[in-house]
Structures are given as C-alpha cells and as structure tokens.
C-alpha cells in the first residue's frame, strides 16, 4: 500500500451503496496485486470501507484489523448482503466497541462507525482468524480459504484417481496445494506452477509444498496471467461460485485456460460437480474427453487436446 494512501477498501462495493474515498488502497486477498491488509500499520487510517466477507471467523478477522488499522476517530463503513452475514454486522461492531448507525439498501446491511480510542476483542478476533497448522489435514491452512479446514470430497476423489504424471503441469485454483502435494509425489514430474486467486491460498501452498520444483501465482486465471504455454498435464478442481453465487463460466474459463496452455497431447485432469455442464466446452477445446469417474455427487474427466 502506497505510504500516501490514509484510506483502504476491501472487495468491490457497489457504488450506489457505499463512497469509496479515492485513492483508496485495495486490500483483498481475492484481487490480485492488493495490498495486505495484515501489513497496514496501527493507527495509520483515516478512512476504511469493507465489502465484509461472509465466514463469520474471516469476517471478524478483517473488520479488527481494519480497525486496529484506523486512527482513533477514523471511519469504517461495512457492509453485507444480509443472508451473507450482514445481519451479523451491528452486534459485531457494538462487540468491538462501535457505536454505529446501519441502514439496509438493496439486500445489504450498512453499517458506519468510528473507531473507539479502545476497541475491545481486537487481538482475539485476529488471532482466531490467522493462519495455522491443522492436524486433520496436516497442513497449514487459514479461515476464508477454499475448504480450509477439511479435505474437499472433489479433491479427495481426484486424488484417489490421478495418475502418476511426468512433465510440465499446472495446478488451476491450487488451494492450499493438496492435489499439488500429490502431483509432485511422482519424480518425474519437472515443474509445476500453482495458481490460485486467493493470496492466503497461494501463501498457504508455498508453506505445504515447499518443493523447488513448485511455483506459486497469485492470479486469476480469466485473466492472462501467468503465461502458460507447452504444458504436458493440468489438474484442477475449478470453483463453481462467485461471491456466493453460481457462475459455471468460472469452470468454463478454467477449460479453455488448460487448453489454451497444454500442448498438443497434454491432458487435463478435471474433477466437478455432477451437476455442472461441462461436457460441451471440454468437447469443444479438447480433442478426446473421457469422463473416468462419477461418484458420490461429483465427476472426473480426462480431456486429451
């Protein structure tokens, strides 16, 4: 975050519900590029607005540092679809001491307050929302990730089915880098670039993989970063919501994205929903697709381009 900036927005706001000032710092681990909001000093804001994430442990977690980041006095503005936690957000502010005023527009929940010279539960709330090594899965993790506590039945049933690969591969929406650790089991497997939009995703697998052969891209893959090309194998387990909701052309993105980036003969190792149709686009961008596996409630593919 630029020294000069006094102000931070996390998410994108819609602009008929909130002012972002301008000059604002983005501070989203979901927007590439943005600043870390952990890293922002203590008392060094005048002004912050905060699209509240929805995990209530995630949700606690920005608004207190948020606040440990305002100048006493400072302005936070939060707010939330309301069956996305915004009907949580006034107690959570009068928890943290804010006195405040909300207002409900457009299914959310608004809610303004200036920091309290004082505020009270800022150091627990932070530190229940901090990264950390869970035994279940062995691995170092963080509230708001992808299934941070738990291993994705998706993911589980990919791992179950994947081969032993060799070459160039990628892992698309790596996660805390499961299905990485997995790939990179086989030595003949010469490097892999992990790619997620989720900075503590991205942090969390450099610290679970931790192998030379392994890079690490905080990106989003509908973008057209990081270049990719000449790849012998992709592995993915492709989101399926945006903000909340339903957005198959995530999956639909990822596809072309492989196929776009495998060589001629690579293949892609794609786990879905059974519900989702991802038949036609594997169709189109690959040239043979053979669905391997359905069970319990999800699907594999291997598309040969």
Request: proline fraction near 7%; include cysteine.
């Amino acid at each position: 975050m630029s020294a000069a900036s006094d102000a931070i927005v996390h998410g994108l706001p819609l602009a008929e519900l909130v002012a972002v000032p301008d000059g604002a710092a983005q501070v989203s681990p979901l927007i590439p590029g943005s600043a870390r909001l952990e890293d922002i000093a203590a008392d060094s804001l005048e002004n912050a607005v905060l699209l509240a994430p929805p995990g209530t442990v995630e949700r606690r977690y920005a608004l207190a540092l948020a606040l440990r980041a305002l100048k006493p006095g400072g302005r936070l503005t939060v707010l939330a679809p309301k069956d996305k936690g915004g009907t949580r957000l006034a107690k959570e502010l009068r928890n943290f001491g804010c006195a405040i005023t909300e207002e409900a527009k457009r299914h959310h929940r608004i809610c303004t307050a200036t920091r309290p010279a004082a505020p009270a539960g800022l150091d627990e709330a932070i530190q229940a929302g901090r990264p950390r090594h869970i035994d279940n899965l062995g691995l170092c993790t963080q509230p708001g990730i992808f299934s941070w506590d738990r291993l994705d039945p998706g993911t589980a049933l990919l791992l179950r089915h994947l081969p032993s690969l060799s070459g160039k591969g990628a892992d698309f929406g790596c996660g805390l880098g499961i299905l990485s650790r997995a790939v990179l089991h086989s030595e003949k497997v010469k490097s892999l670039a992990m790619i997620d939009i989720d900075r503590r995703a991205i942090e969390m697998a450099r610290r679970n993989v931790g192998e030379a052969r392994a890079t690490a891209h905080w990106a989003d893959l509908r973008g057209a970063e990081p270049a990719l090309t000449g790849l012998d194998f992709v592995v993915t387990n492709p989101p399926f919501h945006d903000g909340g909701a339903e957005d198959q052309a995530l999956g639909q993105a990822f596809i072309a994205r492989a196929a776009a980036a495998l060589r001629n003969g690579g293949t892609l190792y794609l786990v879905a929903n059974a519900h989702l149709p991802y038949e036609a686009p594997l169709r189109a961008a690959f040239k043979t697709v053979t669905p391997t596996v359905t069970e319990g409630g999800y699907k594999l593919f291997e598309a040969r381009k």
